[in-house]
């Protein structure tokens, strides 16, 4: 088999430390690939006004599968004041570089899982019957509708006339803020489309499937946001009648799920939501495993396109540590996630128990891990380092 080229985006952060400890791991475990990298985030909004260049894109409509770390993100006012004097003042506006990413290939579906450790000193316990300690094991799958909802950017401030016009068409919002000066107006749109949230349903559904999950969560709020949450609800129905029967399908709303993520969590397998929902879910879930130190993801387009990567962002206040502290678990899951696309399930599993048996023998532990702040000093108190986390995942694979 030829050398597989995989595109590296470091991004910003702690992502480009988190990224190399993961290709440290994947070399160690025996998977033959070339790595290119590509320039994406903070610095090229700020050198070139453009932090996802075009030379980036070409790269990974080339070679489809790319390994990404984390970007910064702030404000527009903040993003125009630290871009270079040569550039301000020429209309550039930032934006999400990943969701830039998200939005040119079409990455629509994305996956989370969040499953526990034993051993995690991290993971979620709660008082059971005769105040007995239980730890339930948790093995949940979020697939989050990627590209619509919330995150699709059709927003305004102050709207123009033909948008003004057309929200007053809407009897709710001329009889609550048809009054309101346009001025003081902000409008984001949730919009579902009928294929993306089929498309969406149709993977969590086959994926429960494929790995014997019994059941598939949606988790929106059709009882208030009736037309979107609605719509994804409806055709979950549709496709689970029609073509997964053996498959049990449950409905939840987003704020009642939060609540039970402490009561049940157990109880559930695959979850799917839109991009809003499925962004809390997400991190609600993973907040039960450990934190995104144990967070990992992947995101897909119907066209071959495929980008994996940490749930965790770039953290840059521990970026300039001296010896980097942060767990770079989430980001070697994240490059598992990767070799099980690509069918290197044997590599897949490999790794995978050495961070299982890593994480049991509990004697190499990051400062998280630990239920330390996030200080320089935590390495002189015991806790490993991020090079430390993964020589040990390392020593576990030889």
């Not at 090229?44 to 453009?50: A, L, P, S, Y």
């Not at 990627?146 to 929200?167: F, I, K, M, R």
Request: proline share 5%; with cysteine.
């Amino acid at each position: 088999m030829a050398k597989r080229t995989i595109v590296a985006l470091p991004g910003d952060g702690i992502g480009a430390i988190v990224l190399e400890q993961a290709v440290r791991v994947l070399t160690a475990a025996g998977f033959d690939a070339e790595y290119v990298y590509g320039d994406i985030g903070w610095e090229f909004w700020r050198k070139e006004g453009d932090p996802l260049p075009e030379r980036t894109l070409k790269l990974l409509e080339k070679h489809k599968t790319a390994l990404f770390g984390a970007i910064t993100s702030k404000p527009n006012e903040e993003a125009k004041a630290e871009l270079d004097p040569s550039l301000q003042g020429k209309g550039y506006v930032y934006s999400s570089p990943i969701v830039g990413l998200r939005q040119y290939f079409n990455l629509d579906i994305c996956v989370r899982p969040c499953k526990s450790y034993k051993g995690n000193p991290l993971n979620f316990i709660r008082r059971g019957r005769g105040n007995t300690i239980e730890e339930p094991q948790i093995d949940v799958v979020i697939f989050r509708q990627n590209t619509e909802c919330l995150y699709s950017g059709v927003e305004w401030t102050n709207p123009p006339e033909n948008v003004y016009q057309a929200l007053l068409s809407h009897p709710k919002f001329r009889e609550n803020f048809g009054k309101v000066p346009v001025s003081e107006l902000s409008v984001s749109t949730r919009i579902f489309t009928r294929k993306a949230t089929n498309r969406i349903l149709q993977a969590a559904f086959e994926y429960a499937k494929k790995y014997g999950y019994k059941t598939v969560t949606v988790c929106e709020k059709p009882n208030v946001v009736r037309e979107t949450s609605g719509l994804m609800w409806k055709l979950a129905k549709e496709i689970q009648k029609n073509s997964f029967p053996d498959i049990k399908l449950l409905n939840t709303n987003i704020d009642a799920q939060m609540m039970w993520l402490t009561k049940n969590p157990e109880d559930y397998g695959v979850l799917v939501a839109g991009n809003m929902f499925g962004d809390i879910a997400s991190d609600g879930f993973a907040g039960l495993i450990g934190g995104l130190g144990f967070a990992c993801s992947a995101q897909f387009s119907s066209d071959g396109i495929a980008v994996f990567e940490p749930t965790h962002g770039s953290a840059p206040k521990y970026a300039d540590f001296r010896v980097s502290i942060v767990n770079p678990i989430a980001m070697i899951e994240s490059a598992c996630m990767m070799l099980d696309y690509l069918g290197e399930k044997k590599i897949y599993n490999s790794i995978r128990k050495a961070v299982a048996d890593v994480i049991l023998e509990g004697r190499v532990r990051t400062y998280d891990m630990m239920k330390m702040s996030g200080k320089p000093e935590v390495i002189d108190n015991g806790a490993a380092s991020t090079v430390q986390m993964t020589d040990a995942i390392i020593a576990k694979l030889r």
